[in-house]
């Protein structure tokens, strides 16, 4: 059991910055990877960005101004979030994936949750 708990969401002007924390906590060493997922009013859940082993993925949409990193003992995880858009409101959530198999790990099943935290970006 991973357990996942996310701060540090707000309101920002366009263009401020962010960031976002996630305290991972349980069986941290059975995480094969994690990630960022947000979901807009109306729209559906995205990853945003996401780490594993040796790589990292990124939405194209967040490319450039979104970076995700892991603390040094694997107990956190965090999305530092610049040059902010109005059309990055959403709600965020921290992810865990303990089970993704051979799936490749943005597009896999994750399987812990956060409960999620807004960020509301002004125009």
């Known amino acids: 059991q991973v357990q996942l708990v996310e701060s540090g969401g707000g309101l920002v002007q366009a263009g401020g910055s962010l960031l976002l924390s996630c305290a991972v906590s349980?069986?941290?060493?059975?995480?094969?990877?994690s990630g960022w997922y947000r979901q807009a009013p109306g729209k559906e859940r995205e990853l945003v960005a996401a780490?594993?082993?040796?790589?990292?993925f990124y939405a194209d949409s967040v490319k450039g101004r979104f970076t995700i990193s892991r603390g040094s003992v694997g107990n956190m995880l965090y999305l530092q979030m610049n040059s902010l858009k109005p059309e990055d409101t959403a709600m965020y959530y921290c992810a865990a994936c303990t089970d993704c198999g051979d799936t490749p790990y943005w597009i896999a099943r994750y399987d812990s949750w956060g409960q999620g935290i807004q960020v509301t970006v002004s125009s």
């Open positions: 349980g069986s941290i060493n059975t995480i094969k990877a």
């Open positions: 780490l594993s082993p040796g790589s990292s």
